[in-house]
């Protein structure tokens, strides 16, 4: 039977109904799940392929859509922190270098949200080959023209949450989050375990102590209905849909869905279906031992939202507090990259992650295709290995009776960078188009920025981690990459960067030690 349970407004408390195992309001929570027996670890990694290299006279077009998502990061930092080196299909290179902001040349104004800064410079870890490397900055909207919040805050509220750096985390989480906020921005709570409720009806954010109190009742207990939350969650914010403002659901859980709709697939389409409303979803991950990565990147690359993973409450402060207006206001959705490179400069390249997140030619220019979204002030790099057509940094034999030396199309030019974007709230996609040529170039990797060098560092770093079979340069070690990332912190005000240098020299003692990476689970799609 339904139990009564408490609604927290903004004006009033009214006694509601949410179903029996809803862990509020004094109701008893229920005991958390028991592990089966040798059930220890049951995390969830998506096994990847990583990218090959492309012949560029017989394949010389990539795409692929951008990723701003950090989860990946944060996560390795967690097995770097406690000693263990992470699992390599946990390593996802765009994450690791997308994870630092980046002082590329901002926009001046929302006309063109951003545009593609690219340098071309030696590679660090092969002296045969080059690296193409794409910054791209997005608009960042000032705080007097942003628009408003309409916030879904869907807590996972399972017994599996009931661990320190789960459901306490969330709600700390969440704490910080609605201390950002505009007073006119509105929030509601939905949480789920075994069953969803509404706990916060649509609330002003200058009505925090309604909301803190809201989020101080939450309580672990019951099992997992992850998709009857989310769909409750759908139906709340289309439900008082602001068209004014950006509507966002933000899921925080483990990932642990044990009830109802379970399937990566179902949730998958569930989530599909509800993005056409204009709700955005992200998503952030708490935990460890049953933390479901697969399913937290499938929610968030198909809700149109960022995934993150919350470590610690320092890491809550970034995503949530240092870098809110990107976590929650889109300058751009289905952003789309696509380069076509010259083979009479580049004989063969490979882009350096982005695995999944690659596109087929034809879906560049078709708007049906769903791509990523970019944040306010927020930052996309990507990274492309190139080889010159006479380099000995080739991994392919010319063809027989193919044309290995094609002549140039066009006179200096490495590639042709084409960006397609929509604007918020329009289905038809705006193109930016931009050549590489000398002018791109550097002669030496010192002298590219700051900026370039350590997200090149960043990228290196994740491939050995990964165990990527690219490291061609034996004096590209861990203890070079500290060395070189320690000259290229920046400003780094809040001492991000200093703290990978950290990370770098965790993992140098890791691998000195021989230690082993954690047994996970891998699931192939």
Known sequence: MPGDAIIVTGSRIATGQLT??????????????QPMPGDIDRERYEDVEINPVAVTSEDPVSTFSIDVDTASYSNVRRFLNRGELPPTDAVRIEEMVNYFTYDYPLPESMDTPFGANVTVLPNPWNADTELMHIGIQGYDIPETERPGANLVFLIDVSGSMSAPDKLPLAVSAMHMLTDTLAPEDRVSIVVYAGAAGAILEPTRAADRECIHAALDMLDAGGST??????????????????????????????????????????????????????????????????????????????????????????????????????????????????????????????????????????????????????????????????????????????????????????????????????????????????????????????????????????????????????????????DYVAEEAALALGEDEYGHRAEFVELVNAAAGRMALGTTKPGMQSDAR
């Open 20 to 33: 029996s195992n809803s862990p509020v309001a004094g109701l008893p929570p229920q005991q958390p799940p």
């Open 225 to 478: 209905a992850g998709g009857a939350g989310i769909q409750l969650a759908y139906d709340f914010a289309r439900a008082n849909f602001d068209d004014s403002a950006i509507n966002r659901v933000m899921l925080l859980t483990d990932g642990d869905f044990n009830v109802g709709v379970t399937r990566d697939e179902s949730l998958e389409d569930l989530v599909t279906r509800e993005r056409e409303s204009g709700v955005y979803l992200s998503v952030m991950g708490f935990g460890e031992g049953n933390y479901n990565d697969q399913l937290m990147q499938t929610i968030a690359q198909n809700g149109n939202g960022i995934a993150a993973y919350i470590d610690s409450e320092r890491e809550a402060r970034r995503f949530l507090v240092e870098e809110s207006f990107s976590a929650l206001f889109p300058i751009a959705n289905d952003v789309k990259i696509q380069v076509e490179f010259n083979p009479a400069r580049v004989g063969e390249y490979r882009l350096v992650g982005y695995e999944t997140r690659l596109l087929r030619r034809e879906d560049f220019n078709n708007d049906a295709v769903d791509a990523g979204e970019i944040g306010s002030g927020h930052s996309v790099t990507a990274i492309y290995e190139i080889a010159a057509p006479d380099s000995d940094g080739l991994l392919n034999d010319p063809l027989r009776y193919g044309d290995a030396q094609p002549d140039a199309s066009t006179d200096g030019e490495y590639a042709f960078v084409r960006i397609r974007y929509k604007r918020p709230g329009e289905d038809e996609s705006i193109l930016i188009e931009q050549p590489v040529t000398d002018d791109n170039a550097v002669g030496a990797f010192a002298d590219a920025s700051d900026d370039v060098r350590f997200s090149v560092l960043v990228a290196g770093f994740a491939q050995m981690l990964r165990e990527d079979p690219w490291i061609a340069n034996e004096d590209f070690t861990f």
